[in-house]
């Protein structure tokens, strides 16, 4: 028995020295394995559809960071940011959006959530002009809003010139933090 399972590994393992298992291996792979790319954001923002992407490769490295994110300061529970990021058709980056975008026009994450399951098919720009055309101000909280979780994150983010002038640089960002977080002043003593 012994000999008959040595002569059987044999040829494998002389395949595997000589490299070319893995070479046949890859071949016996099937087409269908191969991912496909998630379509584009297409917000109407290429900004925000490039800060979108990003955050989905944030989320996928550090879920519970973006889950944090997501609840202290998007207002949104753990539990329901964690079961809409388990469904297949959901990104970290659409349920971002749908947060950030509910509290830029001042309405509730869950009703954007489910305005675009319900209108995936036309894509975010459509679902956004859906409660009226999107107005600039809203598209520039949103922005706001994505380079505020970059500073919190510690992640590197390009500004745009608009960006730039409303915002500044890392460093000037980081200074407004620090002066708004500072304990405040004691009165000077009678």
């Known amino acids: 028995m012994r000999l008959r399972l040595l002569v059987l590994l044999l040829p494998v393992v002389w395949l595997g020295a000589a490299g070319l298992a893995p070479a046949i291996a890859q071949d016996a792979k099937p087409a269908a394995t191969e991912a496909t790319p998630a379509p584009a954001y297409a917000t109407g923002d290429a900004w925000i559809d490039r800060q979108l992407e990003d955050i989905d490769a944030y989320a996928r490295r550090y879920p519970a960071s973006f889950v944090d994110e997501l609840s202290r300061h998007l207002g949104l529970s753990r539990g329901y940011a964690e079961a809409v990021l388990r469904a297949p058709s959901w990104r970290p980056g659409d349920l971002y959006l749908a947060c950030a975008w509910a509290h830029a026009v001042q309405g509730d994450c869950?009703?954007?959530?489910?305005?675009?399951?319900?209108?995936?098919?036309?894509?975010?720009?459509?679902v956004l002009a859906g409660e009226g055309k999107p107005d600039n101000l809203a598209y520039r909280r949103v922005r706001h809003l994505i380079v505020a979780s970059y500073d919190r994150w510690d992640r590197p983010i390009t500004l745009d010139a608009r960006l730039r002038e409303q915002l500044g640089d890392a460093e000037q960002r980081l200074q407004r933090a620090r002066a708004a977080h500072a304990p405040a002043a004691e009165p000077p003593a009678r």
Not at 111 to 120: E, G, K, L, P, T
Request: proline share 0%.
């Open 110 to 126: 869950r009703d954007w959530v489910r305005a675009y399951s319900r209108n995936r098919a036309l894509g975010w720009q459509a």
